[in-house]
């Protein structure tokens, strides 16, 4: 017996289009098929963490009041992109800290057509009398006078910083990521995109905040996903194929953004992922070379790159050199998004930090079909959420 | 002067138009909003200082889609000024990415963005190839 926290069940719904249902039907589905997945029921659950990043609040008990009042303490997570990641840790601590037997997180959203989010700020309506307003005392909203703070523009800002940092001169990269993760989703009947984009077609398409094009940037849709985990002594009451398909959570790690200059001027995500990077291998006792598939968070084609560097897949500034390689193709060393990610798979975004563990979770069972990465023994889950926290989920399987 | 209203406080109008930072005194981290404390060392005294109106551009984008009501296309750019970061748009350039380049020096210039109904002007800041 350990302290282990195994993933016992998980689910994802289709990502895509959903005008005839709304967020608790979508948490609904995919926590009933997690439970189920993982043969066990509401009433076996010692507590809920839920997050639904653009809704009002409350989705946890919104959710209950649908499919099980148990009582239960439940948690109403709310942490950006990485909200589904902190809802997740949320029921592993509570399981870890040996309050619950078994936990449950989801994380849903309804985001179609929900078109740019973020950095949209108060209306630039010229006002009748300039007052300044706010921490910087600005007279009439920033976006677009004092560069940008928009989420495209933002993460533009990184790759391109990148490139800088290092000298590259290589502004087809980004496209080519996006190429790649295009390709990727046409094997998974789950994205919300499954077509193959060509270079031109994704260089052609428009533009959005150069050098991110529109198929560059994380595609808004609906979504849900669930997890439901269990303790190891717990665990080996179970059925011996229970056991088998259970998942070993060798990591689950969050950070924020440390101190640094800039970092309130340009979000600096590399830090914290590193710094979450570094807590998870240490904690898991594995390498980035030990990876059998990586789960990272594309929200744009820019940030894919940075992140190469971040989780230590590469040198550190080789991450173009490493894209370059062939790595990150799902014939490559270290298969990289080949759910699609989020520029395909779509980016539900309280969604993703569950729903990235699934497709991990899906092919260390040797459940993934078509697309199934032969004989993966371990893989790393990674979110962003800007503002910023990261969420970093090592899995392997049970090896039953 | 007095008809003259800088776009954000921490631009410093005048002769001499430049940025002014909160430098914290304990360890020098600079800051351009209002502060609680220090982010780097919880340090709550802090004191003025000009930021350099040189810089160079550490990184670009240049913004053709956003919000309704913001002004696009521009150029959005964080530009490092002697060790002070800043963010800022990159003015007078076509807004493509042919016209801006990484590591671009540029120096800080103003601009009107218009009277309010008092006849008040407000004048914001932007980086223009030096």
């Given amino acids: ?400 | 002067m007095s008809n003259l209203i800088p776009f954000v406080d921490y631009l410093v109008l005048g002769d001499h138009p430049h940025l002014v930072a909160n430098e914290c005194t304990a360890c020098g981290a600079r800051f351009f909003d209002r502060r609680n404390a220090c982010a780097g060392c919880s340090g709550t005294e802090f004191h003025k200082v000009d930021v350099a109106t040189e810089g160079e551009i550490t990184s670009f984008t240049v913004v053709t889609f956003a919000a309704p009501g913001v002004p696009v296309p521009f150029v959005s750019a964080i530009v490092d000024c002697a060790g002070t970061s800043v963010r800022s748009n990159i003015i007078h350039v076509e807004p493509t990415p042919d016209d801006v380049s990484l590591g671009m020096k540029v120096a800080l210039a103003t601009y009107s963005l218009g009277l309010d109904e008092n006849g008040v002007e407000a004048i914001g800041f932007g980086f223009q190839p030096a």
């Avoid at chain 1, 529109?214 to 269990?230: F, I, K, L």
């Avoid at chain 1, 600096?268 to 710094?275: D, E, Y």
């Avoid at chain 1, 990674?382 to 392997?396: D, K, N, P, Q, R």
Wanted: net charge negative; aromatic share 6%.
């Fill in chain 1, 1 to 400: 017996m350990s302290d282990d926290v195994w993933i016992l069940g998980i689910y994802m719904t289709k990502f895509g289009k959903y005008p005839d249902r709304d967020t608790v039907d979508l948490a609904a589905e995919a926590v009933l098929a997690a439970l189920k997945d993982g043969g066990v029921s509401m009433k076996d659950m010692g507590v809920l963490a839920a997050g639904c990043l653009m809704g009002g609040g409350g989705i946890a008990q919104q959710i209950q009041k649908q499919i099980g009042q148990t009582g239960i303490p439940a948690y109403n997570v709310s942490n950006a992109c990485a909200t589904g990641a902190t809802a997740l840790k949320t029921a592993i601590m509570t399981v870890k800290s040996g309050e619950a037997d078994f936990g449950l997180a989801v994380g849903v959203e309804k985001l179609a057509g929900a078109g740019l989010l973020g950095g949209a700020g108060k209306s630039a309506k010229a006002g009748s009398t300039w007052t300044p307003q706010g921490r910087y005392g600005e007279v009439m909203d920033t976006e677009g006078r004092v560069g940008t703070s928009g989420m495209p523009g933002t993460f533009a800002q990184i790759g391109m910083e990148y490139l800088h940092t290092y000298g590259s001169t290589s502004f087809d990269v980004f496209a080519r990521i996006s190429e790649k993760n295009h390709s990727h989703s046409t094997l998974n009947p789950l994205a919300a995109y499954t077509k193959a984009m060509s270079l031109d077609e994704i260089k052609n398409d428009i533009m959005i905040a150069y050098p991110n094009t529109r198929p560059m940037c994380s595609a808004n849709c609906d979504g849900a996903a669930a997890a439901v985990v269990v303790s190891d002594a717990k665990l080996k009451t179970l059925s011996l194929e229970q056991q088998r398909r259970a998942i070993k959570v060798s990591a689950s790690v969050l950070t924020t953004d440390p101190y640094e200059e800039a970092c309130q001027v340009l979000p600096n995500v590399n830090t914290l992922t590193r710094n979450a990077a570094k807590i998870a291998y240490e904690r898991a006792g594995i390498g980035p070379e030990d990876l059998d598939l990586v789960e990272l968070h594309d929200c744009f084609a820019t940030a894919e790159l940075v992140h190469y560097d971040n989780l230590m897949l590469c040198e550190e500034g080789g991450a173009v050199e490493f894209f370059e390689s062939g790595a990150t193709w799902r014939t490559g060393t270290t298969p990289v998004n080949v759910s699609g990610g989020l520029e395909s798979k779509g980016h539900p975004i309280a969604a993703t930090g569950i729903a990235n563990i699934w497709e991990i979770c899906h092919h260390l069972r040797g459940e993934a079909g078509p697309r199934q990465i032969e004989g993966a023994k371990v893989g790393l889950a990674h979110v962003i959420g800007l503002g910023s926290a990261c969420g970093i989920h090592v899995l392997e399987r049970s090896g039953l």
